[in-house]
């Protein structure tokens, strides 16, 4: 079953089209990865399948309904979003940061409650950053920081998560530990990734090539020599772990 | 909610200490207990026998300076924490965004044009200068990089401010009497002589007016902590929202200019502070800098009157000397956050 989709998608900007009649549906409890070269349009699909832009063309289904008709709060009550670097200057307690998660459940007659704290407390366990809860944000890791982000998106409590390159600018250590909180996450995903050997861990890949969908299925489907010859101009070939029999790529420039 | 009502009291009570020693210091110092009861006199028909010149100069002349100086502190800190909230810029201010120099040119023109009367047509060409100005530095911010860059829209701001410090210059040059220009240039720097109820009834309204408002927003404001798209993925809607606010903050920081001039610096200042005691959560964020504001532009407004005898120093001055080195402090200390 889709829980979000979309047809036609394109997107503009002073005549430079970042995105061309994309179509793709993502479905319910699947981790959907979106790789594609620099500039292909991974970041730019993400935020208009958020809402957080306004597409030229097309359109965005959320459970069945038009994006641009629903509320900013009842889309947030549905998806969240994890930026690429989002970043403040604001001495910022990590536990009120990811408290902001609870913004689209809050109102002047739904005050912060007990439960609030609790689903605080365990977005922040779920990303195993419990021990985080007091620190100021500026005195954090870049791992630390991506961690936060997450568990406020979680805080969000979406049926849907969006994550742009999460694990970019992380060491290795990090990178992996990031991709492993996101992948025992309980809720669809959609993950814009670098790193295509971490994208061969995604139930489904959508290739973008610039601001086209070019394939969308299975990664080892999908990420063939032939398309990484094609769309990211590398030769590659996959070899096979001893110690997993996992499949892993190595490229040739 | 016991805990908020104690602290909203204890907030009044703070409040209107301040407003008392205000008026009770002075170069004819009026004993506090003096001062309650010319305002029990007044208020509840007391009855206490009283010098009706200390009774008039508290009353008429201390009192509502007190009252417009705390509404004016207040209001500015607001401003203050709005913008820079919104802008994500820890140096936006009402005054160094150049939203004041428009405020003033507004009012001058309405004064020397002699358009509609009284306060209210003054701060409506404080409004409409206001948001004028706010519009083209913002505009200009943009044209020339991002307006979320930290520089580029103090520069901008810095830009507008000369320009409309200019206009104003222009106006009074060309159209007013050096009797006129005296006054107006006295009053662009700040002056809190002659004002009396009128502007009290103005002042203060739109001060809490303001107030609630924000705190109304104060999760929207919460939730821009990481920037615009972080606050509408957290479901604000953001252009609503900043709409709303700044133009919020354009009427506060218009009106105040149209009754006391261009304060600078108090929205910088104090938000500041406000956020080193209490953090950066705008539901006590909000009500902590309106009252730091205000007991800040009493106690300036007390030294303006009291530093040299027999004259007194226009306040913005004062909130200058004091600001200006702040100002200073958060540029180095951004530095070493780095």
């Known amino acids: 079953m889709s829980v979000l989709s979309c047809s036609n998608l394109t997107f503009r900007v002073r005549g430079a089209e970042l995105l061309s009649g994309v179509a793709l549906e993502v479905l319910q409890g699947e981790t959907l990865g979106i790789v594609g070269p620099n500039g292909a349009g991974k970041s730019t699909l993400l935020k208009l399948l958020a809402g957080l832009r306004e597409p030229s063309a097309g359109e965005v289904l959320l459970e069945g309904r038009r994006l641009g008709q629903m509320t900013r709060r009842t889309i947030a009550q549905k998806l969240a979003v994890v930026e690429q670097q989002a970043d403040t200057d604001d001495g910022i307690r990590v536990f009120d940061a990811v ?15 007990r439960s609030d704290d609790e689903i605080v407390q365990q977005a922040l366990s779920d990303v195993d950053a419990v021990h985080l809860r007091s620190r100021i944000w500026r005195s954090l890791s870049g791992g630390e920081r991506q961690r936060v982000h997450i568990a406020r998106a979680l805080a969000q409590r979406p049926q849907i998560l969006v994550l742009d390159e999460p694990a970019n600018h992380l060491d290795i250590q990090h990178q992996l530990a990031i991709l492993k909180v996101v992948q025992a996450l309980p809720v669809t995903t959609l993950i814009a990734l670098h790193d295509l050997n971490q994208a061969l861990k995604c139930d489904r890949l959508a290739i973008l090539e610039r601001g086209r969908l070019v394939d969308l299925g299975k990664p080892l489907d999908v990420l063939t020599p032939q398309r990484l010859q094609d769309t990211f101009g590398v030769r590659a070939h996959y070899l096979t772990d001893p110690f997993d029999g996992a499949q892993v790529l190595r490229f040739h420039s | 909610m016991i805990r908020s009502l104690v602290r909203l009291s204890l907030v009044g009570a703070i409040l209107v200490a301040a407003v008392i020693a205000g008026v009770a210091i002075g170069e004819t110092p009026i004993e506090p207990g003096v001062v309650l009861q010319v305002l029990a006199n007044k208020l509840w028909a007391a009855g206490h026998v009283l010098d009706p010149i200390d009774e008039g100069i508290v009353w008429n002349y201390r009192l ?9 502190g207040a209001g500015l800190a607001t401003c203050g924490v709005i913008l820079q909230s919104l802008l994500r810029n820890p140096l936006a201010d009402p005054y160094l965004l150049g939203i004041s120099a428009g405020a003033s040119t507004g009012a001058v023109m309405v004064a020397l044009l002699g358009v509609g009367a ?30 979320s860059g930290t520089g580029q829209i ?23 009497s050096s009797e006129q220009a005296r006054g107006i240039m006295f009053w662009l720097l700040g002056n809190l002589g002659g004002v009396r109820w009128p502007s009290v009834w103005l002042a203060v309204p739109v001060a809490l007016a303001g107030l609630i408002v924000c705190l109304w927003h104060r999760r929207a404001l919460d939730a821009f902590t990481f920037g615009a798209d972080s606050a509408a993925s957290l479901g604000i809607p953001v252009r609503q929202v900043q709409i709303l606010l700044i133009g919020c903050a354009a009427l506060v920081t218009a009106v105040m200019v149209s009754i006391v001039g261009s304060i600078g610096f108090v929205g910088l200042v104090i938000p500041h502070a406000a956020r080193l005691l209490l953090g950066t959560g705008h539901a006590r964020l909000l009500p902590a800098s309106a009252l730091g504001g205000a007991l800040f532009l ?39 956050a780095r």
């Open chain 2, 64 to 72: 509502t300076r007190a009252l417009v100086a705390a509404a004016c």
């Open chain 2, 298 to 336: 009493i106690a300036a407004d007390v030294l303006s009157r009291t530093l040299i005898k027999g004259q007194v120093i226009p306040v913005g001055v004062i909130t200058a000397l004091v600001g200006a080195p702040v100002f200073a402090l958060i540029l180095i200390s951004r530095r070493n």
């Open chain 2, 118 to 147: 009284g306060v209210l047509s003054l701060s409506a060409g404080a409004f409409v200068g206001a948001v004028t100005a706010f519009v083209l530095v913002i505009l200009l911010a943009r044209v020339s990089g991002s307006a």
């Open chain 1, 99 to 113: 408290a902001l998660g609870r913004t689209p459940w809050l109102s002047a007659l739904e005050p912060w409650s």
């Open chain 2, 154 to 176: 103090i520069l901008a701001g810095i830009a507008g401010s000369q320009l409309f410090n200019a206009l104003t210059a222009f106006l009074i040059t060309r159209s007013a």
